[in-house]
């Protein structure tokens, strides 16, 4: 199978489509003056290379229905298929073949014509452009231009009738050709060079040298390459800091992977377009006035820049990170792109491959640490933020900035990744078929938009411009001088009212909070991995002697440290809404920085619980008061309120979104879980369990869109809840609902023998572990069986153990991580390892009736001791859960020999002491997460208390 987009499968069938054309710039190409013969069949070759791949991408599906419809019809000849294929290609590489699709699709050769006459002249610009410049390029290549040997074209998006970037190889070099002006590289590096004498180390970050012209230029070509040693990878990062400072100052956006070059130590931006980025408020978005505000100051935040990590929410994007600093080889998901099954036969059709992410040119090394170069980005943006500052203080920094009013600077007012969707959807047959419908259905579709994007077009007649754009293959281009602020816009559209972006650029940037500048530098690194980020550090935090005595003072004053810590950092609305911006994992997109979500595993569900269960042991004198706490879970508990009504008018609009997640930490389970608990203990401002039924009800929409089954986020983890719901309500229905799931689960389990496991993406041997492997799926099925009596569950749950027991190795002592990380053949947290494990099979057996249960829980017990300690505090992979499965062990006799209560909590107590509560990559960023950050380890600390009640959240107990 091979990608749609360059395939080559029907290079003959487009052809026909532009040679008259191609062969009319031939033409014209030979009046060019100075244009040599040789270049003039470079730039041809390039302009029908460019052509092919764009109407491949656009015409693919359009032949590949006719193809069916031909084979169908029968009208194909040949012996076999692919014969027939041949004869299919011979008859679609005519003219008459595509002017007899126009009762099929009456605007398609009227679209393709406007492509093809637009990439023609494009080219001929740049022919013309090219024989008047080559002399002064000298200073670009290193020499004397000299010929054109190689043109590409297309690097990059089309904008403004067919324009694009164009790598040029010529015989003095490579250069870039840009159609756009160059003003602004050419003040970026004016700016960087004045500044460099005002700072106290030398500066290792520069943009490429340029040759500008008033309507385009041309730019030095930056190699890649890596850093010689560590001297340069340390300039290289600290280059990251210093442009993170500067870009924060000029409003700079979309500096992603793509464009940052790491030459050496150097980290060049070779794209600046897009600097003073207006900053508009945020429209209201039914989540509350907290919420809006979180959202507004992550997105005036250097996040904006696109240079720190952070993961993709758009349609086909989920999960990528295509940051200037992210973007790790391995730590990408693998993406669908549209490929063509059975090509060569009269059978193909379109299917998709699972390709990986595009590899970039933005590292120094080949396999780049960032956790060990982080403080350098952060001390070099410090440094250089206070350069900055201090010029600013002097009134030198106004000045320097009027250079750039009068450039040229593009406006992206919606990602190109949401343009990119609309011109797939309006170049689909069934679009070309109905062009009206698609158009209206684009033009529903953007209007909507603009409704909750500030920036986003919202004027009809700007919009008609961008479809129209869309309709001939460009992607809309908007554009203003940063001293006006109003933008061009496609098709002699203007939007947004006139605004100096330098003025309003300074003054947004001396409003930032540096803490919070700081804070979101640092949180951000977390977001660069795939993964939960909870691998050891070099160094164990577990103490080898723990301070004793005063252990129930300490404990309490651990966990009011972290309740003042949340009371402080909460964003307020005064509609009474609260917030908190932290890092946030997605089971889908990984980890990004970001207001809190709703669930329980990382969002303000968990925050919810953990304040009521704080009241609660402050009531029962069992920790000290904090002040504030009972305004905050009012706010909390109203913010959640106001979330689940959003989500439900969003389950009953028309236009759907996407649904939430099934699971019980990470989905719907975990919020039907949160208010069914706080229900119990009568905290749940009388609503909780009509907020639970209402969430169950979108359980059947969330299951037909999600294909994961394990307890984090798929339908194993809500099976629970709504046995917990069935109880609670009496009613039968919710009892139905984990039946029919239980039956998918089953349905989806791949049997080998007696054993049971399921396949995931990530895990196509299947996985062992509580929150993602089997051992969870069967603590799922288990209840099911208990509460339904149904054999068929209970012979599957016992299927997936014996998965999970013959992953157990003795040589070992723990069960086998099918993960594969490097260097860790075995594990021992909650998420993946002993401490799930054995905190499952202790739930499902609680009093230890049966041998088994005391073997698994004094096998995790013992792998516990020996290594799920003092990698961080945290709850989903540290000491907070690996806590609670030795203090069971310890009360069942199953402990590690002289292991006691007190001096399991002593050494738990001096290691948060002595390091600060710490949670993973993230050491210092403080995050109020139930299950990956410091709420968790402040629930547990509650836990600890011998009288406690409070149900675990480890095992989402109905029971304390």
Request: glycine share 10%.
């Amino acid at each position: 199978m091979a990608s749609v987009t360059d395939a080559g499968h029907f290079d003959a069938s487009l052809g026909c489509l532009f040679s008259s054309d191609v062969d009319g710039l031939a033409t014209q190409l030979v009046e060019i003056a100075g244009l040599h013969a040789s270049e003039r069949a470079v730039i041809l070759a390039g302009t029908r290379e460019v052509l092919l791949a764009i109407l491949h991408a656009k015409l693919t599906r359009v032949l590949l229905v006719e193809l069916h419809a031909a084979r169908t019809a029968g009208t194909l000849q040949g012996e076999d298929a692919a014969q027939r294929w041949t004869h299919f290609i011979e008859l679609s590489s005519h003219a008459d073949f595509w002017a007899g699709l126009a009762a099929h699709y009456p605007r398609l050769l009227a679209r393709v014509g406007s492509i093809v006459r637009n990439r023609c002249r494009a080219a001929l610009r740049f022919a013309q452009h090219w024989a008047h410049d080559r002399d002064s390029l000298g200073t670009l290549c290193g020499g004397e231009a000299g010929h054109l040997l190689k043109l590409s074209f297309g690097a990059g998006d089309s904008h403004r009738r067919g324009q694009t970037v164009a790598l040029v190889h010529c015989e003095g070099g490579r250069v870039v050709y840009k159609p756009r002006s160059m003003a602004t590289d050419r003040e970026l590096a004016h700016f960087i060079e004045t500044l460099a004498g005002d700072h106290d180390e030398p500066l290792a970050i520069r943009v490429p040298r340029v040759v500008n012209r008033t309507e385009y230029g041309w730019a030095e070509f930056v190699g890649h390459r890596y850093a010689a040693d560590d001297s340069e990878l340390r300039d290289f990062y600290r280059g990251i800091g210093h442009w993170l400072a500067i870009m924060s100052l000029l409003g700079g956006s979309d500096l992603h992977a793509e464009n940052l070059i790491a030459h050496g130590g150097s980290p060049v931006v070779i794209d600046c377009e897009t600097l003073f980025t207006p900053k508009l408020p945020r429209k209201p978005s039914g989540y509350g006035q907290a919420a809006d505000c979180a959202a507004d100051m992550v997105a005036g935040t250097v996040l904006s820049i696109g240079m720190l990590p952070g993961r993709g929410l758009g349609l086909g994007w989920r999960g990528v990170d295509t940051s200037a600093v992210g973007s790790l080889p391995g730590q990408q998901p693998m993406l669908e792109q549209p490929s063509i099954v059975n090509a060569g036969t009269d059978e193909a059709r379109l299917g998709t491959i699972k390709v990986a992410a595009p590899i970039a040119q933005n590292h120094p090394s080949a396999e780049p640490v960032l956790s060990r170069f982080w403080p350098d980005v952060l001390e070099a943006f410090d440094g250089m933020t206070a350069t900055l500052r201090r010029l600013d203080d002097n009134g030198a920094l106004r000045c320097r900035l009027e250079r750039f009013a009068d450039c040229r600077i593009r406006v992206v007012p919606r990602a190109t990744e949401v343009y990119a969707e609309l011109a797939r959807m309006l170049w689909h047959p069934v679009s070309l078929h109905n062009e009206a419908s698609a158009t209206a259905r684009a033009r529903d579709l953007m209007a909507r938009m603009a409704t909750n994007v500030a920036v986003a077009p919202g004027d009809p007649e700007v919009i008609e411009a961008e479809i129209s754009d869309l309709l001939e293959g460009d992607i809309p281009f908007f554009s203003t001088t940063a001293r006006q602020g109003r933008l061009d816009g496609p098709r002699d559209t203007q939007w947004l009212p006139p605004l100096n972006l330098v003025d309003a650029a300074l003054d947004h940037w001396r409003s930032i909070d540096p803490l919070l500048e700081r804070s979101v530098i640092k949180a951000t690194l977390i977001s660069a991995y795939i993964n939960q980020g909870w691998m050891p550090g070099d160094e164990s935090l577990w103490p080898a002697q723990a301070r004793m005595g005063d252990i129930d003072a300490r404990r309490r004053e651990q966990v009011a440290k972290i309740m003042r810590e949340l009371v402080a950092t909460a964003i307020r609305g005064d509609d009474g809404s609260v917030a908190w911006i932290a890092p946030v994992f997605d089971p889908v997109t990984g980890w990004s920085v970001q207001p809190l979500t709703q669930d329980l595993y990382g969002g303000t569900s968990g925050v919810a619980l953990l304040i009521a269960a704080y009241l609660r042991e402050v009531g029962a004198g069992r920790a000290n008061s904090v002040e504030g706490l009972e305004e905050l879970l009012t706010a909390t508990l109203f913010s959640l309120e106001l979330l689940a009504a959003k989500a439900e008018r969003q389950r009953q609009d028309t236009l759907k979104v996407r649904p939430l997640p099934l699971g019980g930490y990470s989905g719907l389970g975990s919020l039907i879980w949160m208010w069914l608990t706080l229900a119990d203990w009568g905290m749940d401002r009388g609503g909780g369990l009509a907020h639970a039924r209402t969430l169950a009800e979108a359980i059947p929409e969330a299951a037909d869109a999600s294909d994961m089954v394990d307890v984090l986020s798929g339908a194993a983890g809500v099976i629970p809840p709504l046995l917990m719901l069935a109880r609670r309500s009496g009613d039968a229905r919710y009892l139905q609902m984990a039946r029919e799931l239980g039956d998918s689960l089953c349905a989806r389990a791949v049997r080998d023998g007696d054993k049971a496991c399921w396949k995931q993406e990530q895990w196509p041997d299947g996985v062992g572990g509580f929150a993602h492997g089997v051992t969870g799926i069967a603590w799922a099925l288990t209840q099911l069986a208990r509460a339904t009596d149904e054999q068929r569950y209970l012979d599957m749950a016992t299927a997936a153990l014996a998965f999970e027991e013959a992953l157990y190795d003795d040589s070992e002592r723990n069960w086998l991580d099918l993960r594969m990380l490097p260097g860790a053949r075995t594990a021992a947290a909650w998420c993946h390892g002993a401490v799930g494990i054995g905190l499952a099979h202790l739930d499902l057996d609680p009093s230890l009736q049966q041998p088994h249960t005391r073997t698994q829980l004094r096998r995790a017990a013992a792998a516990t001791w020996r290594q799920g300690l003092g990698w961080n505090h945290s709850a989903c992979h540290g000491d907070a859960s690996a806590w609670e499965l030795l203090d069971a062990a310890i009360s069942a006799s199953e402990a590690p020999d002289g292991l006691t209560r007190e001096a399991l909590l002593a050494h738990w107590l001096t290691s948060i002491e002595d390091h600060g509560p710490i949670c993973g990559m993230v050491r210092d960023t403080f995050s109020p997460g139930l299950m990956p950050g410091l709420g968790g380890i402040a629930y547990q600390l509650l836990r600890a208390h011998p009288e406690s009640t409070l149900p675990s959240i480890l095992t989402l107990s109905a029971h304390g």
